[in-house]
């Protein structure tokens, strides 16, 4: 037998007709894109509140506290309770921001994740965006 066994998968011109140098120009575009949205996403801020804007936290698309506003009003008093109440509601506004960035992300990032070219069945073993850490 002098037919090569790879001449079936190669279709003539390469890996299942698959242009190798289009697919790397367009991964490496791709992780330019991404770098592009982690650094946006980065220089973002959010702001998380509770209890009717009592008490505001800034945060960093990079998950970074930089800042914390407290009403007055939030203080009920200066006993230990009180002062347990207004760390309950610190934390409370710190995970509303979480939520808000975890969604700025899931818009910013979301698109480039999931966008792994087809590979015309070439590729059927290929993990997922997923797997890959994106």
Do not use: C, H
Not at 38 to 52: C, F, H, P
Request: aromatic content about 2%; charged content about 15%; cysteine-free.
């Amino acid at each position: 037998m002098t037919q090569n066994p790879f001449d079936a998968l190669a279709g003539g011109g390469g890996l299942g007709g698959l242009d190798l140098g289009a697919l790397l120009q367009q991964a490496q575009q791709m992780q330019d894109q991404l770098q592009d949205a982690q650094q946006r996403l980065a220089e973002s801020t959010v702001d998380g509140t509770v209890a009717g804007g009592a008490v505001t936290v800034t945060v960093t698309g990079a998950g970074e506290l930089t800042a914390v506003q407290i009403k007055p009003e939030a203080l009920d008093g200066t006993d230990a309770e009180a002062l347990a109440d207004l760390g309950d509601l610190i934390v409370a506004a710190f995970r509303d921001a979480r939520a808000q960035i975890d969604e700025l992300a899931e818009q910013t990032l979301g698109p480039l994740a999931g966008g792994m070219p087809d590979l015309g069945g070439a590729g059927g073993g290929l993990p997922s965006p997923g797997q890959l850490g994106f």
